[in-house]
């Protein structure tokens, strides 16, 4: 029988998951079981705990949730957490050294931090052995004696405020109790949705404060412990009043309060006493008045901020007087800097299928002069572009619209992205500082991520990560992203003419290396010399190079460029062009990867500083482990992949194929069609076109001398006509 059995509840945000595994699976104290309780065995969580159970025998899995991970456990003490949650460095051993000194008590109450879901410390939450009837403490953060709870037969209560109801119970059943006043558990937050608990929530939230208090009349308590335990009860019905009070909600309390208060029990703070005279009329009025003053003040600030930016807001609230365009779409990528990513593939299929909207393209000042001449755009900034954004019905963008754009009733924004998450976003970096810092207030994040309406997903883990980085109330669209489109629609002659275009000679083999940005000081040219793997690389080779900052100044590289085994493709604006007229990839952990992999070409993995990026700047699964092809470490080692091979081995081929499986369900050519008929023409689900199955896809093959080698969908059937 193991000491502990750490039970993780893993419904939804897979992208946290591994964390909140990860921290228990390398304690220190080893004496543990870790039992994961899912009750949707096909979502993402459930594959993400099948994989840890196939690796780690430590790992026990169960349908279900709290109540089945409980009997699923075998250890002497349970902990619940959620994937939200982590255990700190040595937080087991702790536990299990003070109950060596406290002997087994039932219940062992642990201090903890939650860390802000937007920015800001952790707020660290003492505990101590003064008061056992405080119900309010998490759940998450106490160890509980499982022979104890199996004596009592106690479940937690069904439906919202669970842990009230379940705290309340265990209080009223414990014997001993004990503290420990060691932060074990962080606990990363999540936003709140606004607007306070549901009626039905209220209704469950006083159900569970009934059969606690129903529960303790039954018992003979003295009289301290009766009025304390009354007091948290009713502190959590007065916080939840505070936020959203309704007036059945009110009467309700109101009589439990009157019925089940303590004798002797003393009324004290204007809230209280108000509640237990049921004057509703009064606490919602000082409600409203504190309301009002808090708004004012926040108005204000506001007010001063949009002065300080200096923005056109007056032009800008006359246009807002105006009707909505219902004919008027705006688009918009990387911050304006020109027709490029989703937006851009969506504006080309909607002018085709819808061609009664209107279509603008906004663009910086500076790239306008790129934009094509068939495109309408507008310079951001401008009168003009204050007018589109203030009247269009539709706008579509791969980043967010800056704060003070206005997201006006009626209208509908979708939000693109610009890649498959591999490294932590939104308010999923708050414990990366170096990143956070860089990001700046994650509250203002939040405020334009509540504009979304719709957000769009490439495959079930982006759909997993958006949801838990961006906690707003957007649809997700499963849909594809449209830019990846053209590796099912493009033909073997446009890939061949591209690479005319580019420069590549018909007889080399054109190695795409694309590096990601890095949030950390690096050295780049003495961690690859670039101008050396050119050399050895021999001349069947050439590279496609997709960063600016490896020539300049560099004269080895000059001369590679010079010989003919270098092309620089950075200027280049069309990236789906230059992966295109590739027969391979080299990238280390820049999210091209997933979308290259849909033209399923070799994929090689240059990770020289793994360790440091996956520390830095947090990720959300282990590419090392679930890599789409070949890993190198060193310069030689990649060297050795391409000298070899090996790139283009069955190996290579089998890692990318469950690299597709899971990264490239939703690209199937037809995912801007989708987007335009699902949006602008306002299309059921029903009605949109299937997603291809992956087996049945054919992407265009590869235009080099090895595209007989490498395109391995030549392996698979050729996809239904688009």
Not at 202 to 209: E, F, G, K, N, S
Not at 397 to 422: C, D, I, M, W, Y
Not at 635 to 657: M, P
Request: glycine share 6%; with cysteine.
């Amino acid at each position: 029988m193991p000491r502990f059995s750490v039970i993780v509840t893993a419904q939804g945000l897979a992208g946290r998951l591994p964390t909140a595994l990860d921290s228990v699976l390398t304690q220190s104290f080893t004496d543990f079981e870790l039992v994961t309780a899912c009750d949707t065995p096909d979502s993402p969580a459930a594959t993400v705990t099948g994989e840890y159970a196939d690796r780690d025998p430590r790992v026990v899995r169960t349908p279900g949730s709290r109540d089945a991970g409980m009997h699923a456990a075998t250890g002497t003490y349970l902990l619940f957490l959620t994937a939200t949650d982590v255990l700190t460095p040595g937080a087991l051993a702790a536990m299990d050294a003070r109950l060596r000194e406290t002997g087994e008590v039932d219940v062992l109450h642990l201090a903890h931090e939650r860390v802000p879901w937007w920015v800001g410390e952790p707020v660290a939450e003492r505990v101590d052995d003064g008061d056992p009837t405080d119900v309010r403490r998490p759940v998450w953060a106490t160890a509980y004696r499982r022979a104890f709870l199996a004596d009592h037969q106690l479940t937690f209560p069904e439906g919202h405020f669970t842990d009230i109801g379940w705290s309340g119970l265990v209080t009223l059943a414990a014997g001993e109790t004990a503290a420990l006043d060691t932060v074990c558990v962080r606990r990363h937050e999540r936003r709140p949705s606004g607007g306070g608990a549901t009626p039905d929530a209220q209704r469950q939230l006083l159900d569970q404060v009934e059969l606690v208090l129903r529960r303790a009349a039954e018992q003979d308590l003295d009289q301290d412990t009766s009025r304390a335990l009354f007091d948290h009860l009713y502190a959590e019905v007065l916080d939840t009043a505070a936020t959203s009070c309704r007036r059945a909600f009110f009467r309700r309390a109101g009589r439990l309060h009157r019925r089940h208060r303590p004798h002797g029990h003393r009324v004290e703070g204007l809230r209280d006493r108000l509640l237990a005279r049921g004057a509703y009329t009064t606490f919602r009025a000082l409600l409203r008045i504190g309301r009002l003053t808090e708004r004012a003040g926040v108005f204000a600030t506001r007010a001063a901020r949009r002065w300080r930016r200096g923005r056109p807001h007056g032009p800008y609230r006359r246009y807002l007087r105006k009707p909505l365009d219902e004919n008027l779409a705006v688009y918009a990528a990387y911050w304006g800097r020109g027709y490029a990513c989703n937006p851009a593939a969506v504006h080309r299929k909607a002018r085709e299928l819808a061609p009664h909207i209107r279509s603008v393209f906004l663009v910086r000042e500076q790239d306008a002069a790129n934009m094509p001449e068939d495109v309408e755009s507008v310079v951001i900034g401008s009168r003009r572009y204050w007018e589109v954004m203030a009247r269009a019905k539709y706008t579509f963008n791969n980043v967010n619209f800056e704060t003070a754009v206005v997201k006006r009733p009626g209208s509908v924004h979708v939000q693109t992205h610009h890649g498959t998450p591999l490294k932590r976003m939104g308010v999923d970096q708050v414990e990366y500082r170096a990143v956070a810092a860089a990001t700046g207030s994650f509250g203002r994040l939040m405020e334009r991520a509540d504009r979304w309406d719709y957000s769009l997903s490439s495959n079930a883990h982006s759909t997993e990560v958006w949801s838990g980085a961006y906690p707003s109330a957007f649809t997700h669209l499963e849909y594809g992203y449209p830019r990846n489109d053209r590796f099912y629609t493009a033909d073997p002659a446009e890939v061949t003419g591209i690479r005319e275009r580019l420069g590549i000679p018909k007889d080399r083999v054109a190695l795409l290396y694309a590096p990601t940005y890095r949030d950390y000081p690096r050295d780049v040219s003495a961690q690859f010399d670039l101008a050396r793997f050119c050399a050895e690389l021999g001349p069947e080779f050439v590279v496609l190079l997709r960063a600016h900052y490896f020539l300049e100044g560099d004269a080895d590289l000059q001369q590679a460029v010079a010989s003919g085994r270098l092309i620089d493709v950075t200027a280049s604006r069309e990236t789906e062009d230059i992966c295109l007229a590739s027969d391979a990839l080299i990238t280390d952990y820049s999210s091209i990867m997933f979308d290259y992999a849909n033209l399923d070409r070799p994929i090689v993995t240059y990770a020289d500083d793994w360790d440091v990026y996956r520390d830095t700047r947090g990720v959300y699964f282990d590419l090392l482990a679930e890599p789409p092809g070949h890993v190198a470490r060193t310069q030689d080692e990649l060297i050795r992949v391409f000298t070899t091979g090996e790139w283009a081995d069955e190996r290579s081929a089998g890692l990318r194929d469950r690299f597709r499986e899971r990264f490239c369900r939703f690209d199937d050519g037809r995912a801007a069609e989708r987007v335009v008929r699902r949006v602008l023409l306002g299309q059921a689900e029903e009605e949109l076109p299937p997603v291809v199955p992956l087996h049945e896809r054919l992407p265009v093959p590869a235009g080099g001398p090895a595209a007989g080698a490498t395109a391995a969908g030549s392996r698979r059937p050729h996809a239904p006509a688009l």
